[in-house]
C-alpha cells in the first residue's frame, strides 16, 4: 500500500469507528508496524487533521474534520454499485429510483479514471425474482417509521385468514421474492413480521407511539434473540 493510500485509509479507520482506536488495532487492519501507525497520524497531525488522543489510549478523529465525501477507492466504488444495484433491483419503486440516481451521481463526479469500475464493474447480483405487489405504500412506511408513527394493516396470514392491526413499525426489509415490515403488534402484544404482499389495506396513523426509533429497533433485535421474554415486556413509551 502506498504511503499516502495508508494515510487516507488511517482517516477512514478513524471517520468510522465510535471510541478510540489504538495503534495496535490499526497496524493489524493495514499490516503494518505499531511503529509505522505512530509515525502516519504524526504526519497526519502535522498536517492539520485533527486527531486526538495518544499512543497506548487511542485516537479519535475529531467531529469537525471535513474532508471530501467522494475520495473514494476503487473497492468503495464497487462496494457502492454493488449496494445500489440490488436496491434498485429489489427495492419498492421510490427506493430503486434513489439507487438508480446514486449511481449516476457517483459517475458524475468520481475521477474520469474510476469511471470504468461504474460502467464495467467486476461485481454484480443475481436478477431480481418477480415479486408479488405491495399492499402497502412502502416508501410512507419508511417515513413513518423515522417519525416514530402507528400504522393500521388489514393483514391475511399464510392461510388466508384475516385480522386488524395496529403496528408499531420498525423496519422494512427487502428479500428476493417479497417485502416485509416488521413491527410492534398491539393486538398480539409482540414482535411481528408482516410480508407486504399479504397487507390488504393500511391506514398511516397520526399518532406516535412515544419510542424513539432506534430505542424501538433496538428491542426489536433483543426480540430476535429471547422471542419468549419479548411476548412478556412490551416496549414502553417515554413518559
Known sequence: MRRADRLFQIIQILRRSPRPVTAAE???ELEVSARTVYRDVADLVGQRVPILGEAG???VLDG?????PLMLTPDEIEAAVLGAQWVAGRGEPVLAQAARDLIAKITAVVPERLRPFIADPSIGTPSALVQ???????ARARAWIREGRKIRIHYRDVRGDPSRRVI???IVGFFDQARMVAGWCELRGAFRHFRTDRIADAEFLEERHGLRPAVLRARWKRS????PEAARS??????
Not at 430476535?224 to 422471542?227: Q, S
Not at 412490551?234 to 413518559?239: L, T, Y
Open 26 to 28: 490499526i497496524a493489524r
Open 57 to 59: 489510549l487511542g485516537y
Open 64 to 68: 469537525t474534520f471535513d474532508m471530501p
Open 132 to 138: 408479488a405487489a405491495d399492499g402497502i405504500d412502502v
Open 168 to 170: 408499531w413499525p420498525v
Open 224 to 227: 430476535l434473540a429471547n422471542p
Open 234 to 239: 412490551p416496549p414502553q413509551a417515554a413518559p
